[in-house]
């Protein structure tokens, strides 16, 4: 049985350094490739930040940071009790067009889909429930 690690932290941007740090050393702990890390703590500062803008905007909230190792993959679930949203029902962005043509914002799903190998959404027991896998290998 593989080692799982769990905390919770408040939704405000205040925490981004803490929820980052926690999720950092569990991903070194089971050894995620500094690329593959990277691309984690982009998502994850993405997704935390989108929850702590809107996920309670009428109330404090707590974010819930699950990881665990699923055979040869890094998992991360970020689980909140706010307003029922699949981030990932949003449509990626056209990157094709120039910068100054494109609508401000946006890319954040955008790098949550491209940055992990997979990316699902789940509403359970009132709690969102964002999940990104990480291979170990490409």
Do not use: W
Not at 3 to 32: Q, R
Not at 82 to 104: A, K, M, T, Y
């Amino acid at each position: 049985m593989s080692e799982k690690f769990h905390k919770i932290f408040a939704a405000n941007v205040d925490k981004l350094v803490e929820v980052t740090e926690f999720v950092e050393e569990c991903a070194d702990h089971f050894k995620l490739e500094a690329k593959k890390k990277f691309g984690l703590l982009v998502a994850l500062e993405e997704a935390f930040v989108n929850i702590c803008s809107y996920a309670y905007p009428d109330r404090d909230g707590l974010v819930e940071i699950f990881s665990e190792e699923d055979g040869d993959s890094f998992v991360l679930e970020i689980t909140d009790s706010g307003h029922p949203f699949n981030v990932l029902s949003l449509p990626d962005p056209d990157v094709s067009l120039d910068i100054q043509n494109r609508e401000i914002g946006g890319l954040g799903v955008y790098f949550i889909r491209r940055l992990t190998d997979n990316v699902s959404y789940r509403r359970e027991n009132d709690h969102n429930i964002l999940r990104l896998v990480l291979n170990r290998t490409s």
